[in-house]
């Protein structure tokens, strides 16, 4: 076994492990931290695919701004201590159910799908036509609706505050 499979299998391995953990952890702040186990060996996969940008980007937006801002959210609200309630048996078998005929699902996909070489050459990835585009406001330009989810997560980060401060009231 080589060092790229040993290290892919690692990363497999984690990432199922700490979604698992994420999912069914009844500590809200657990499951956070377990979600940036996931988030950070997912962009180990992209470090491992040559893929430095998407890498970069899943560790500074999802697993440096998002988790963090998860992990906040929770210390700022007080719920910290907070247990989530014992999942009942029929939400279980529910739950099962749907995630095997998910897995089922995607893997008929998989192998029913022809994989085919592509025969175009690869093109030299330039950052400054990937930096422009992605500061651009115009046709194709990514700047606009960075600005309305950032918006937007502002907003709902502000009212989940307000909301569960309101309760403790």
Same mark, same amino acid.
Request: hydrophobic share 60%; charged share 10%.
């Given at each position: 076994?080589?060092?790229?499979?040993?290290? !892919?299998?690692?990363?497999? #391995?984690?990432?199922?492990? !700490?979604?698992?953990?994420?999912?069914?952890?009844?500590?809200?702040?657990?499951? #956070?931290?377990? %979600?940036?186990?996931?988030?950070?060996?997912?962009? =180990?996969?992209?470090?491992?695919?040559?893929?430095?940008?998407?890498?970069?980007?899943? *560790?500074?937006?999802?697993?440096?701004?998002?988790?963090?801002?998860?992990?906040? &959210?929770? %210390?700022?609200?007080?719920?910290? &201590?907070? $247990?989530? +309630? /014992?999942? $009942? /048996?029929? @939400?279980?078998?529910?739950?099962?159910? #749907?995630?095997?005929? =998910?897995?089922? %699902?995607?893997?008929?996909?998989?192998?029913?799908? $022809?994989?085919?070489?592509?025969?175009? #050459?690869?093109?030299?990835?330039?950052?400054?036509?990937? =930096? @422009?585009? *992605?500061?651009?406001?115009?046709?194709? =330009?990514?700047?606009? /609706?960075? +600005?309305?989810? &950032?918006?937007?997560?502002?907003?709902?980060?502000?009212? &989940?505050?307000?909301?569960?401060?309101?309760? @403790?009231?």
């Amino acid at each position: 076994m080589s060092g790229n499979q040993f290290m !892919f299998y690692l990363f497999a #391995a984690i990432i199922v492990i !700490f979604s698992i953990l994420t999912v069914t952890s009844r500590k809200i702040l657990r499951s #956070a931290v377990f %979600l940036l186990f996931v988030l950070v060996s997912t962009s =180990g996969l992209y470090f491992m695919l040559n893929y430095q940008f998407l890498a970069a980007v899943q *560790l500074t937006l999802y697993a440096g701004g998002i988790v963090v801002l998860i992990i906040f &959210s929770i %210390l700022l609200t007080s719920h910290i &201590s907070e $247990k989530f +309630e /014992p999942i $009942k /048996p029929q @939400k279980k078998l529910f739950a099962a159910i #749907a995630s095997i005929a =998910g897995a089922v %699902l995607c893997i008929i996909t998989i192998l029913d799908f $022809k994989f085919s070489a592509n025969q175009v #050459a690869a093109s030299e990835i330039n950052m400054n036509i990937i =930096g @422009k585009a *992605l500061m651009n406001y115009e046709d194709n =330009g990514y700047i606009l /609706p960075f +600005e309305v989810i &950032s918006v937007l997560l502002l907003a709902a980060m502000v009212a &989940s505050i307000v909301i569960a401060k309101k309760n @403790k009231n």
